[in-house]
């Protein structure tokens, strides 16, 4: 991504010592890919930019799994005040994968937790992954069985840039190249958009305000959830309906 040249560099490392121990508030904004640099070119110049090996956007793929019934999908469309998600994380430039399991609880907090996997587990769960996945669910207050329930449901790819706020306790991702495969065998791809996501404390970043500035509102999204309205428009998409019949319409 061009436009992110004109900032400074971060390592992983300093990035999650930086900004990665605080109580957070994430805000999602889905915006046309040809806003993204007028948006980067607006911030501070002491804004800096994750950088791996002279690398600064990274390929990541997502594969969700879900019960027959989508009992994942149906408690966050309607929503309901328990609610959980299931996902392996491959990093597919820098190597790495995980699985990922996140609990909302009745108060609204989420709490996400991750175990390393091998790459070769990423589309099927194995027993020991299945075990590990009961035990969070169950630390959250979801039946465990559903662990043993879980097929795989839709893969989501995308390219992710990540930055530090220029204030030091904010960060934002620009997810691009959005694409969606369900495992029915349909096919959603989105080249034309970006979504921005900020992480921060209960007062806004400079990255919100700007986007504010913009015309742009956070708006109630998921990958998993908004992904697979769209495929699949049979299913009630309550939340997403607006998403749904306007951006993620007609790609």
Known sequence: MRATQRFAPISLHDLVSDAGLMTRLDRKYLLPLDDVAPLLHQLNPETRVLQIDDERTFRYRSVYFDTPDL??????????RRRFKVRTRSYVDTGGAFIEVKLRGPRGVTAKSR???AQTETDRLT?????????LLESGA????IAWELQPTVASTYERTTLLAHEGYARATIDTALAWDDHDGDRLR????????????AQPSEIDRRLWRMGYRPQSMSKYGTGMAALRPH???NRWTRLVRGPFSGH
């Open 71 to 80: 009992k994942s999908y149906h408690t966050a469309a309607q929503p309901r």
């Open 115 to 117: 175990r390393e996997i």
């Open 127 to 135: 027993d020991d992954v299945r075990a590990t996945v009961a035990n």
């Open 142 to 145: 979801v039946d465990g069985a």
């Open 190 to 201: 989105m080249a034309d958009m970006a979504i921005v996501e900020t992480k921060s404390s």
């Open 235 to 237: 299913l009630p998409s």
